[in-house]
């Protein structure tokens, strides 16, 4: 396909069919093609792969996709784009194109039916006001997927890749890195969309991990832990986890702990890396805490 002249095209195909970009969907259409190059070079899209793409749109990086993939699966939640995506979309016999809201979908059942259970690649430029419970799902719910490349908030891409210490670490920061080795990929000013978005954006990609990079033995904890941890980010780890209610732990206890793992009682808990809240977690494990 032409790359140049797609910002035209998009335009025009938004005037032929009346559409205004819906806010409350997120959406802002690409039109820049050196993004759209660089999200398909990311997500390392071989013909063998089948590609999950989140919010097609007008369906405009879908056709990229389909003739790198073997086959696509576009899931869009607004009916009033679905017309559109079956025309821009005819030539392409390996797409299939889905209304439905991808919150509410049974991934595992989509692997199997269209990819016979084996991992699924998601590639998306992601509606923002959702990006969050959508990338959660994708990561924690055991879903067969092999890697997550998508457009998404600048300041989210920066919190998903950063590392201890920083403002941007906190729980989402571990969450993401316990599923998956995170690398933003580059940024993408409000200009290459239409409308333009109020913000800057990145793309992300994230590929899971087989099994996590560090053992825990009981996840729901370590994740208590970290929650507890950033939900009091100024307060010493030590206090933040004694106020948080639905640990009930004792100062002390936490004070063995980290001093066995080496680490200071007056440490904060944005200077632990995961494997230090794996490390806590494991030492903590049956003590006092209520699931
Ligand atoms: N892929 C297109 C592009 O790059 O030009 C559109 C991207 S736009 C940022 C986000 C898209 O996600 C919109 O098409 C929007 O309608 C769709 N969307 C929003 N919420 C959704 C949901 N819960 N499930 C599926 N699609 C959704």
Do not use: W
């Not at 919010?55 to 993939?69: E, K, N, V």
């Not at 080795?181 to 954006?201: E, H, M, T, W, Y």
């Not at 994230?206 to 941890?229: G, T």
Request: charge should be positive; charged fraction near 20%.
């Amino acid at each position: 396909m032409e790359t140049a002249g797609i910002s035209a095209q998009t335009i025009e195909t938004l005037q032929k069919y009346h559409i205004r970009a819906q806010k409350k969907f997120g959406q802002n259409f690409l039109i820049d093609p050196h993004v759209l190059e660089k999200i398909l070079d990311a997500a390392q899209i071989r013909q063998e792969d089948c590609i999950v793409e989140i919010g097609p749109g007008i369906g405009t990086m879908t056709q990229y996709l389909a003739q790198r993939a073997g086959k696509v699966v576009a899931v869009e939640i607004d009916r009033a784009l679905i017309p559109v995506l079956q025309d821009t979309l005819r030539a392409y016999q390996n797409v299939e194109i889905i209304r439905e809201d991808i919150l509410k979908m049974d991934l595992r059942r989509l692997a199997e039916e269209k990819n016979e259970g084996r991992p699924l690649k998601i590639v998306a430029n992601l509606p923002y006001y959702i990006t969050t419970p959508i990338v959660m799902r994708l990561l924690e719910e055991q879903i067969p997927i092999h890697s997550i490349t998508v457009m998404v908030q600048k300041e989210v891409a920066q919190r998903m890749q950063a590392q201890p210490g920083g403002k941007d670490y906190g729980a989402l920061s571990l969450t993401v890195q316990f599923y998956a080795k995170a690398q933003i990929v580059g940024k993408v000013p409000p200009n290459c969309f239409l409308p333009r978005p109020g913000v800057d954006s990145a793309v992300i990609r994230l590929i899971k991990y087989e099994k996590p990079p560090v053992f825990v033995q009981d996840q729901k904890l370590m994740f208590a832990l970290i929650r507890a941890s950033f939900g009091q980010r100024r307060k010493m780890l030590v206090n933040g986890l004694h106020n948080a209610q639905q640990l009930s732990l004792d100062r002390e206890t936490v004070i063995r702990a980290l001093q066995q793992m080496g680490v200071s009682p007056d440490v904060r808990g944005e200077t632990l890396t995961l494997e230090q809240f794996a490390g806590l977690s494991n030492l903590l494990s049956g003590a006092g805490y209520h699931s």
